[in-house]
């Protein structure tokens, strides 16, 4: 008598936990390349984007690719950012922001970790205090500089001279 083999499937590990599956079964969704969006991009996963985007991009705790063809002239707002392609507008990364050598970028960045890859082209300013990119900005704790009231004196002149004229 043939005896029946059980094998085994790797998702169904007693350790996974019901937020692991959700990201295994979670599929991403993809702007083609022959798709322009006019306006807000909102959503609950991952986008890639192969087309044209225009307006504003907020994917909270989701990742964003920009691919090679993709074209975005939005503030973007996710986990994750990932610029192969161009970009003009501001970057907000709750994660990191990463630029491919393929990418631009044209406008501030603001990450806890920002990566700048060797040949990509970027234009704007980087900020990775997590303050604010969480949003969560405390400008009684924030120390601001001020200028020390002590000026230079010139050189060649001597301090007597100053109080007297």
């Keep these: 008598m043939a005896q029946d083999k059980i094998t085994e499937t790797p998702d169904?590990?007693?350790?996974?936990?019901?937020?692991?599956?959700s990201r295994s079964?979670?599929?991403?969704?993809?702007?083609?390349?022959?798709?322009?969006?006019?306006?807000?991009?909102?959503?609950?996963?991952?986008?890639t984007v192969d087309g044209?985007?225009?307006?504003?991009?907020?994917l909270?705790?989701?990742?964003?690719?920009?691919?090679?063809?993709?074209?975005?002239?939005a503030n973007v707002n996710a986990r994750i950012i990932r610029v192969d392609g161009e970009v003009k507008g501001e970057l907000r990364g709750t994660e990191q922001v990463s630029i491919s050598p393929s990418g631009k970028v044209s406008g501030d960045?603001?990450?806890?970790?920002?990566?700048?890859?060797?040949?990509c082209q970027f234009k704007g300013s980087v900020d990775m205090d997590q303050d604010k990119v969480s949003g969560g900005t405390d400008?009684?704790?924030?120390?601001r500089l001020r200028p020390s009231?002590?000026?230079?004196?010139?050189?060649?002149r001597d301090p007597a001279d100053v109080l007297r004229g």
């Design 149 to 156: 009231n002590a000026r230079p004196i010139r050189s060649g």
């Design 109 to 119: 960045i603001r990450a806890p970790r920002v990566v700048l890859e060797d040949g």
């Design 139 to 143: 400008r009684a704790r924030t120390p």
């Design 12 to 21: 169904a590990t007693p350790n996974s936990t019901a937020a692991e599956k």
């Design 52 to 58: 044209v985007i225009e307006g504003t991009v907020n």
């Design 60 to 73: 909270k705790e989701n990742n964003l690719v920009v691919s090679v063809n993709g074209k975005v002239t």
């Design 25 to 47: 079964t979670k599929t991403g969704g993809m702007i083609g390349p022959s798709i322009t969006i006019h306006g807000d991009v909102t959503g609950e996963e991952d986008l």
